[in-house]
T-cell receptor
Framework: NAGVTQTPKFRVLKTGQSMTLLCAQD?????MYWYRQDPGMGLRLIHY???????AKGEVPDGYNVSRLKKQNFLLGLESAAPSQTSVYFC??????????????FGPGTRLTVT | GENVEQHPSTLSVQEGDSAVIKCTYS??????FPWYKQELGKRPQLIID?????GEKKDQRIAVTLNKTAKHFSLHITETQPEDSAVYFC????????????FGSGTKLNVKP
C-alpha cells in the first residue's frame, strides 16, 4: 500500500495564480483532512471531509476550496494565490466510525511558495 | 473551539538524559491525545497516544501521562538518543466527533551526543 500520497511535492506560484493540490489514499479511510504547517504554529486544519461528496471548514479555510468527488481523493484548491499562503501543506486520512484506530495518517507534504 | 498549548518550544538535552514536553488543552470534551514526531523534511508520524480513561501509557522509552482534572498531558522520553532529535507535536481530539485534531505549536528536541 502506498498509504497517503500528495501531488506535487514542490510548487512555486506567482501572486494571483491558481493551483490544485491532490491527495490520494488507498487505505479506504472515510475521513480526510488538509493542514498547513507554518514555523512555530504547528499544524492548522484548513478543510476536512467525513465522506465522499462532503466537505467542511476547519480553523483557517479562507482562500481555499476543497472537493471530494471520490472516496480516495481530496483536492485542495487555491483560486488566487497570495504570499500569505506560502506554507507546507499536509494531507491526512483516518478511519471512522467502527474501528478503534483514531490515528491520522499523513502524506509527505507539498511545499508551496507564492512570490 | 479547542485550544492546545505546548511547552517548551525548544528543548536541548544530553544523550542519555530524559526529556519532558508538556501540553494543556481547554475543552473538557477532548478525550483522545496523540503525540506525533516529525523529522526534518518528513511527514508527522504517530508515536504514542492516550485516551482519557487511563492516566499513563508506556511504550519502551516513551510514556505519556494525562491529568484530566488539570487538563494537561505530557510526553516523557527516557534515555534519549540522537535519533530522537525531531519536532514533537501534541494534539487533542474528541473520540465521538469527526476526529478533528487540534495541534500544539510543536517542540524541537535536540539530543546532543
Amino acid at each position: 500500500n502506498a498509504g497517503v500520497t500528495q501531488t506535487p511535492k514542490f510548487r512555486v506560484l506567482k501572486t494571483g495564480q491558481s493551483m490544485t493540490l491532490l491527495c490520494a489514499q488507498d487505505m479506504n479511510h472515510e475521513y480526510m483532512y488538509w493542514y498547513r504547517q507554518d514555523p512555530g504554529m504547528g499544524l492548522r486544519l484548513i478543510h476536512y471531509s467525513v465522506g465522499e461528496g462532503t466537505t467542511a471548514k476547519g480553523e483557517v479555510p479562507d482562500g481555499y476550496n476543497v472537493s471530494r468527488l471520490k472516496k480516495q481523493n481530496f483536492l485542495l484548491g487555491l483560486e488566487s494565490a497570495a504570499p500569505s499562503q506560502t506554507s507546507v501543506y499536509f494531507c491526512a486520512s483516518s478511519y471512522f466510525p467502527s474501528g478503534r484506530d483514531r490515528e491520522q495518517y499523513f502524506g509527505p507534504g507539498t511545499r508551496l511558495t507564492v512570490t | 473551539g479547542e485550544n492546545v498549548e505546548q511547552h517548551p518550544s525548544t528543548l536541548s538535552v544530553q544523550e542519555g538524559d530524559s526529556a519532558v514536553i508538556k501540553c494543556t488543552y481547554s475543552d473538557s470534551a477532548s478525550n483522545y491525545f496523540p503525540w506525533y514526531k516529525q523529522e526534518l523534511g518528513k511527514r508527522p508520524q504517530l508515536i504514542i497516544d492516550i485516551r482519557s480513561n487511563v492516566g499513563e501509557k508506556k511504550d519502551q522509552r516513551i510514556a505519556v501521562t494525562l491529568n484530566k482534572t488539570a487538563k494537561h498531558f505530557s510526553l516523557h522520553i527516557t534515555e534519549t538518543q540522537p535519533e530522537d532529535s525531531a519536532v514533537y507535536f501534541c494534539a487533542a481530539s474528541e473520540l465521538s466527533g469527526v476526529n478533528k485534531f487540534y495541534f500544539g505549536s510543536g517542540t524541537k528536541l535536540n539530543v546532543k551526543p
